[in-house]
């Protein structure tokens, strides 16, 4: 197998378009067009369907894209290891996490980290499907439940509960309710039970809604509820951790909250000397007691 060709090859799959390829590689489309061609010629088989809107692989081409794709993550894997065989932090880390968690706790504190790591480049993935790290589809992940698989680094980071919240114009206007009976009078904003979440958010979900609620939106991540709320929509159900953040959210059903939610950060074991792993770590860590400080205080 031609190296060359393989590398070219896997931009083009990745891309789906010789043009976009090409740039990607600096070298130009009709260059790339021939080494695609050389390719399928000395493996005697057709890699893409070539149709007006790009290119898709053929069955023969996924085969070969899954063994190049397994051979890049390796390759980018000793790079990486390499690199953080120094003592500088620098380079991409590739970071997972929920869209809540990342969007409304993480990504607002990330300017110390750069402040402190200027050259550092993160790349930021928020989704609710678990990204598989073993495989390295990103380095390190804040999941709220513990990582299933053997060969990760785990830390337990803190336990979040769901709990209820509005804002104080919300409750001037529609009264501050007592009893989750009086949710007949308000609306409530959460995310649809079968949404992708954690199950203790989805088990309170769907117990405050036996109750006789008067008015519901749903929406499918809690950046979504939060703004609801903030706009004076209803009562919201979210993530305690939002709360220091946001002080205009108040606490409605004080004694009304979901079960124990663990939040862990986890890591592959072949990146366990990683100086930017490391730093990331520390940085969250670090975060988290100032969190837990200006919460009690």
């Given at each position: 197998?031609?190296?060359?060709k393989?590398?070219?090859f896997?931009?083009?799959?990745?891309?789906?378009s010789?043009?976009?390829?090409?740039?990607?590689?600096?070298?130009?489309?009709?260059?790339?067009?021939?080494?695609?061609?050389?390719?399928?010629?000395?493996?005697?088989?057709?890699?893409?369907?070539r149709?007006?809107?790009?290119?898709?692989?053929?069955?023969?081409?996924?085969?070969?894209?899954?063994?190049?794709?397994?051979?890049?993550?390796?390759?980018?894997?000793?790079?990486?290891?390499i690199?953080?065989?120094?003592?500088?932090?620098?380079?991409?880390?590739?970071?997972?996490?929920?869209?809540?968690?990342?969007?409304?706790?993480?990504?607002?504190?990330?300017?110390?980290?750069?402040?402190?790591?200027?050259?550092?480049?993160?790349?930021?993935?928020?989704?609710?499907?678990?990204?598989?790290l073993?495989?390295?589809?990103?380095?390190?992940?804040?999941?709220?439940?513990?990582?299933?698989?053997?060969?990760?680094?785990?830390?337990r980071?803190?336990?979040?509960?769901?709990?209820?919240?509005?804002?104080?114009?919300?409750?001037?206007?529609?009264g501050?309710?007592?009893?989750?009976?009086?949710?007949?009078?308000?609306?409530l904003?959460?995310?649809?039970?079968?949404?992708?979440?954690?199950?203790?958010?989805?088990?309170?979900?769907?117990?405050?809604?036996?109750?006789?609620?008067?008015?519901?939106?749903t929406?499918?991540?809690?950046?979504?509820v939060?703004?609801?709320?903030?706009?004076n929509?209803?009562?919201?159900?979210?993530p305690?951790?939002?709360t220091?953040?946001?002080?205009?959210?108040?606490?409605?059903?004080?004694?009304?909250?979901?079960?124990?939610?663990?939040?862990?950060?986890?890591?592959?074991?072949?990146?366990?000397?990683?100086?930017?792993?490391?730093?990331?770590r520390?940085?969250?860590?670090?975060?988290?007691?100032e969190?837990?400080?200006?919460?009690?205080?």
């Amino acid at each position: 197998m031609d190296w060359d060709k393989l590398r070219i090859f896997h931009a083009v799959a990745d891309a789906g378009s010789l043009t976009h390829a090409g740039d990607a590689l600096h070298l130009s489309q009709s260059a790339v067009s021939r080494q695609i061609r050389a390719l399928e010629e000395s493996l005697n088989a057709t890699l893409f369907h070539r149709h007006a809107r790009g290119l898709i692989l053929t069955e023969q081409g996924e085969l070969l894209f899954d063994a190049s794709r397994s051979i890049n993550q390796r390759i980018e894997a000793a790079v990486a290891r390499i690199r953080d065989s120094k003592e500088e932090v620098f380079g991409e880390l590739r970071v997972t996490t929920t869209t809540a968690f990342g969007s409304l706790w993480l990504a607002p504190r990330l300017p110390k980290l750069y402040e402190k790591y200027p050259d550092l480049k993160i790349d930021l993935m928020l989704e609710e499907h678990v990204l598989d790290l073993p495989m390295r589809e990103a380095d390190v992940a804040i999941r709220m439940k513990e990582p299933s698989q053997a060969d990760l680094i785990r830390k337990r980071l803190m336990d979040v509960h769901m709990r209820l919240y509005a804002t104080p114009a919300y409750l001037e206007k529609n009264g501050t309710p007592e009893t989750l009976d009086d949710l007949s009078e308000h609306r409530l904003i959460c995310q649809n039970t079968s949404s992708a979440q954690v199950r203790a958010g989805a088990d309170l979900a769907r117990d405050l809604l036996t109750h006789d609620v008067k008015s519901l939106l749903t929406v499918n991540n809690y950046f979504g509820v939060l703004q609801a709320v903030l706009h004076n929509l209803g009562i919201g159900m979210l993530p305690d951790y939002v709360t220091q953040d946001i002080p205009q959210l108040q606490r409605v059903f004080p004694s009304v909250e979901s079960k124990k939610i663990p939040v862990f950060l986890a890591y592959p074991e072949e990146l366990r000397s990683s100086k930017r792993i490391e730093a990331f770590r520390d940085f969250v860590v670090e975060e988290l007691v100032e969190h837990r400080k200006n919460r009690q205080g």
